[in-house]
């Protein structure tokens, strides 16, 4: 199980939101928190729909750290360097078809870097090679988020079944 599934895991057994937090000092991190608080509001069934009470949408997308190819280095024993370039056929890095179609640049590679957070003195290429299969398959596509804009319309008399506080979980149709 990997850890994120495993935070939603505890957090939807216990009925906790989870909350992520990161400690910076100056330009350094020095921390990386993930609280589990009591959840705010409530599942109502609320939908806010279009012609109703939603006003506007907006889709953003961040394709800022996409990446069609990626050089992955974890550092051993020493200063040695493992890379994936002797089970790779020489090539330190790899390399997403379906990504490369649809975000290269003139058409060259847009490179990125990962070197797994990891106390393994010890890793062996073949398990570099996955985590960063994993990493490339988060980098080769755009975060997307969508912003909303409602009307409240729960105040007004006879539509009280409307009310949204915050923290309520809602719907968009």
């Known amino acids: 199980i990997d850890p994120l599934k495993f935070l939603t895991d505890i957090a939807s057994l216990f009925e906790l939101e989870i909350q ?4 910076v000092v100056g330009s350094h991190i020095v921390g990386r928190y993930v609280d589990m608080v009591k959840k705010r509001g409530r599942d109502a069934g609320k939908e806010v729909e279009l012609g109703k009470d939603l006003r506007g949408i907006r889709r953003i997308e961040n394709s800022q750290n996409i990446c069609t190819a990626l050089v992955g280095f974890v550092k051993g024993e020493g200063d040695e360097l493992i890379t994936i370039e002797g089970i790779n056929n020489g090539i330190p890095y790899i390399v997403d078809h379906d990504a490369f179609q649809r975000w290269h640049e003139q058409g060259q590679h847009k490179f990125g ?6 106390e393994d003195q010890d890793m062996s290429p073949q398990r570099l090679l996955t985590l960063m299969q994993i990493e ?3 980098r080769a596509n755009a975060s997307v988020s969508y912003e909303v804009e409602a009307e409240a319309i729960g105040r007004v008399f006879g539509l009280s079944h409307e009310l949204v ?7 968009i149709k």
């Open 165 to 171: 506080d915050e923290g309520d979980t809602i719907r």
């Open 20 to 23: 992520y937090r990161v400690g």
């Open 113 to 118: 870097f990962y070197s797994p957070e990891t």
């Open 136 to 138: 490339m398959r988060k």
